[in-house]
């Protein structure tokens, strides 16, 4: 499959916990790799592999997978998180890069 | 610290070539593991993978753009390069260059370092 499926919007009190997931049948082989992107700017990475995170990124952010799905947790999101999240990995038969088609979290 | 920057023109004509370059700063371009990719993204729209740069100088194309894209790498400049030929309006977008670690043995493909991004505008 060459498809990444995110529901397009997802909102969030301050504070609580979000879940912004990712599902595709690539995800089966390939861990997804998630980007945070505010508006006019470049995206930026926030969770690759297994769940790691680059240097910078908060703790709050966490990664993990189960079958065809990826999940992004921002445990106690805050107003900085508020942005557009997209998901990334290689396609089923690693020849091509697809992305999700992104998330839109709104932080209350 | 690892820097990328997009250059070219902001316009082009339709049915004309866009060509981006995109400048790297802070570290090699030519060691064996190292891969460049371009991203555009349409106004209101999502991120599209372009296509992969390879240090052998292979290349990886997004299918739906391979018949128009080429993309080349100049190690001694630092540079890395993409030409989208016979444009639209479609092409309007802001189109990224990043850098990729690609660890096929792993499952992992990320890309790690972002430029800000050139916008480009196809009109006549």
């Known amino acids: 499959s060459s498809e990444l499926t995110q529901d397009p919007d997802v909102s969030v009190a301050l504070g609580q916990t979000v879940r912004i997931t990712c599902r595709g049948d690539?995800?089966?082989?390939?861990?997804a790799t998630w980007y945070q992107q505010k508006a006019g700017q470049a995206p930026i990475l926030v969770i690759y592999g297994k769940n790691s995170r680059p240097s910078g990124i908060p703790d709050r952010f966490s990664g993990s997978s189960s079958g065809n799905t990826a999940t992004l947790t921002i445990t106690g999101a805050q107003a900085e998180d508020d942005g557009d999240y997209y998901c990334n990995s290689r396609d089923s038969r690693g020849i091509y890069v697809i992305f999700g088609g992104g998330t839109k979290l709104t932080v209350l | 610290q690892v820097q990328l920057h997009e250059s070219g023109p902001g316009l082009v004509k339709p049915s004309e070539t866009l060509s981006l370059t995109c400048t790297v700063s802070g570290a090699s371009i030519s060691r064996i593991t190292d891969c460049w990719a371009w991203i555009r993204q349409p106004p209101g729209q999502g991120l599209e993978w372009i296509g992969n740069?390879?240090?052998?100088?292979?290349?990886s194309l997004n299918p739906s753009l391979k018949s128009r894209v080429s993309m080349s790498a100049d190690m001694s400049k630092k540079q890395f390069s993409l030409r989208l030929s016979y444009v639209t309006a479609a092409d309007t977008a802001v189109y990224f260059c990043?850098?990729?670690?690609?660890?096929?043995?792993?499952?992992?493909?990320?890309?790690?370092?972002w430029g800000k991004g050139k916008t480009v505008v196809v009109s006549s």
């Open positions: 690539s995800l089966r082989t390939y861990y």
């Open positions: 740069v390879y240090y052998s100088r292979s290349t």
């Open positions: 990043a850098r990729v670690q690609d660890l096929e043995e792993r499952h992992m493909y990320y890309m790690d370092v």
